[in-house]
């Protein structure tokens, strides 16, 4: 990896990269940590499991300090220790196009509701278009995230994080009205559910016209070039994830994993990070230019957005399976809409 080979030569210190899924590591940690081993000396976790695990983790303080000002994401803070820190962003931020497929048929990404609704109908009436948006499916969070988008643009930053935290119910009047009056009339726009990865390909293939999904959709297409992206017009935030790097206490190189991590997580690292593709810089101080072209235009969008957790994933456990079949049902019966949110509220108590 260019970033790392950039590090090992500004530090002069040799790094050996291993790929493992954080599912594994969960079960893996623990054993070793009861042993006072660890398996690498900086290693990768989920924000709430370094947390849990905060007696394992070194002091990342000193480092984190000096770059604080100029992050989007928090460090993760536990004990009164800084046990982790971000690096790279994955975020979910619109509706994804072929630029080719707009320009063939003379579209535009829309500037407001009107136009956006407006398209909508445009593409409906192209030959061959089996529904203007696709709707990825799986367990049911591709048709979260679009629902959440919906609620980011029409309620603000503000309404999602008092959902995630239960200070506005699923029933209030300015939650109906945006599944009513904005989610609803757009859903006769939608297709049925597919599973989320075929769904990139019909999408890809001209199918459909638009589909939601985070940014890891540039890593799934032939040409990467021909993508555009477009966020709901006046949306002010978008949901963003971020890695979170820790250093177990029982690393036989914590001072030379501590510069390892400075260096990733200073300005000049995650510029390198930036330019590679794929995830974007978790700093204010690297430019949208710093990215590859179709991670350009995503960087853009967050320039004056407020990063915000996942709702379904923040509020997690029997809620969460309940929102995601209470979508699939609104998606194939929009107007039971009334009955879906009260589910929600009912079983948020």
């Known amino acids: ?19 493992q899924r954080a599912e594994d590591l969960q079960t893996v940690l623990p054993a070793q940590f009861e042993a006072q081993q660890a398996p690498g000396d900086v290693i990768f976790m989920w924000d709430w499991w370094v947390k849990e695990n905060a007696q394992h ?8 300090e000096p770059e604080a000002q100029a992050f989007r994401m928090p460090a993760s803070e536990a004990d009164g220790k800084i046990v982790a820190v971000p690096y ?37 009436k192209i030959e061959g278009i089996k529904a203007p948006i696709a709707s990825g499916d799986g367990v049911g969070w591709p048709l979260s995230d679009v629902t959440e988008h919906f609620l980011i643009a029409f309620g603000g930053p503000q309404l999602q994080r008092d959902l995630i935290e239960g200070k506005v119910s699923w029933t209030d009047p300015q939650v109906r009205s945006i599944f009513e009056e904005r989610l609803v009339p757009a859903l006769k726009y939608f297709g049925d559910p597919v599973e989320w990865t ?5 999408w890809w293939n001209g199918e459909y016209a638009l589909y939601f999904m985070g940014n890891w959709i540039t890593g799934m297409v032939d040409d990467p070039s021909d993508l555009g992206v477009f966020a709901l017009p006046g949306t002010k935030g978008v949901v963003a994830s971020t890695d979170y790097a820790f250093v177990p206490q029982y690393s036989q190189h914590v001072d030379e994993a501590k510069k390892l991590l400075a260096f990733l997580i200073s ?12 995830k974007l810089a978790n700093r204010t101080d690297v430019a949208p230019d710093a990215h590859p ?9 967050m320039v004056d957005a ?13 809620w969460q399976r309940t929102f995601w079949d209470q979508l699939k049902l609104l ?15 009912d079983e948020r108590k």
């Open 1 to 19: 990896m260019p970033v790392l080979e950039a590090a090992e030569k500004e530090l002069g210190i040799r790094v050996n990269y291993q790929t």
């Open 57 to 64: 983790a070194v002091d990342l303080k000193d480092i984190w």
């Open 88 to 124: 790279a962003l994955t975020v979910k931020p619109g509706f994804w196009y072929r630029k080719s497929f707009f320009e063939k048929h003379g579209l535009q990404p829309p500037s407001n509701w009107d136009e956006f609704m407006a398209l909508l109908e445009k593409i409906s």
């Open 198 to 202: 075929q769904a990139v390909d019909l």
């Open 267 to 278: 300005q000049k690292g995650m510029e390198l990070r930036a330019q590679q593709g794929g």
């Open 293 to 301: 072209d179709v991670d350009q235009q995503v960087a853009e969008l």
């Open 306 to 318: 407020e990063l915000l957790p996942d709702l379904d994933d923040s509020i997690g456990g029997d």
């Open 331 to 345: 998606w194939v019966q929009p107007d039971a809409v009334g009955d879906v949110l009260q589910t929600l509220q």
